[in-house]
């Protein structure tokens, strides 16, 4: 079982940077690839980072154009996802999420709705103004 919750988010303007956190508890955090969703309003949820348990692969989607990082540090149960060169249509709840699944399985579009992720947290707003 893994717990899981966001912070970091807020409003920002255009081209600014945020860094949102996830904080996880439990003992079985680095068993679980990491994921940060997004979920715009009359949109369908989004993966735009994904990290294997180790840290070592990574994926994100073409959308969001190099200008996202997802890191993780096993040792303190956290993960992190950088953001810079923010856009307006960047606005989104965003939210951390973990799962049984390899980085690979990811990149190929597998995993289903959820790309693999079992445990989910609430949520931080991310607000991105032109």
């Known amino acids: 079982q893994v717990q899981l919750e966001e912070s970091g988010g807020g409003s920002v303007q255009a081209g600014g940077s945020l860094r949102l956190s996830c904080t996880a508890s439990g003992h079985t955090f680095s068993s679980h690839a990491l994921g940060w969703f997004r979920q715009a309003p009359g949109k369908e949820r989004e993966l735009v980072a994904a990290?294997?348990?180790?840290?070592?692969?990574?994926y994100y989607p073409d959308s969001v154009d190099g200008r996202f990082t997802i890191s993780r540090d096993n040792a303190n149960n956290m993960g992190y996802l950088e953001m810079k060169s923010l856009r307006p249509e960047d606005t989104a709840v965003y939210c951390c999420a973990a799962g049984f699944i390899t980085i690979a399985t990811i990149a190929a579009g597998g995993g289903g709705p959820n790309r693999g992720m079992s445990y989910w947290g609430k949520g931080t707003l991310v607000t991105v103004s032109s």
């Open positions: 990290i294997s348990m180790s840290g070592g692969s990574t």
